[in-house]
């Protein structure tokens, strides 16, 4: 069984307990987002490495990235940028 320590308003303290494994995220934190970055091979056709509110990034709404994924995004949207400039 899994137990987890929550805050509430008002400075009070739940303990909530399941016998589901919540996902977590590399860091340790509970993690309600999966990396959204297309990847052959899994069968949702995504990462879904699962990630909390701090390590994600939402490169547009509704889609969330891995601290890899985001880096493979920056990347190529640099690309992107580089072969439009030397289109204009």
Known sequence: MTCERVELPGGQVAIVCSSHRRA??????????????KVAGNASGTCDAPLCDRCGTSPAPGKDLCPEHAR???AWEAGRR???????
């Open 82 to 88: 580089a072969r439009q400039e030397r289109a204009s």
């Open 72 to 74: 493979a995004f920056a």
């Open 24 to 37: 977590r995220c590399a860091c340790g934190r509970p993690a309600p987002l999966l990396c959204d970055w």
